[in-house]
């Protein structure tokens, strides 16, 4: 399965970890470039943009959101 993460805090990064781990294709976006190049280290494909999430994703795309309540809603109308 493939997935797209949106927030690399404790949490998602760690989410993204298990996923790849059993086997997943992880896309991993944070508003710091850092989580993302960690993470890229680690074997997920970067996406340094919402948009370049968005394109690396195939249909249909699933994406998690794991990023603080406020600002939900902006990033889910960003990404729709």
């Known amino acids: 399965m493939q997935l797209g993460m949106v927030g690399l805090g404790r949490m998602g990064a ?5 996923l790849m781990a059993a086997g997943h294709e992880c896309v991993v976006h944070d508003v710091s470039d850092e ?3 960690q993470m890229a280290a680690e ?11 968005v394109a ?4 249909p795309r699933n994406i998690w959101v794991m990023i603080p309540a406020a600002y939900v809603g902006s990033t889910v109308e960003q990404l729709a």
């Open 56 to 59: 690396a994703l195939e249909p």
């Open 43 to 53: 074997g997920a494909t970067p996406a340094h943009s919402l948009e370049e999430l």
């Open 14 to 18: 760690n989410l993204v970890r298990r």
């Open 35 to 37: 989580a993302v190049d």
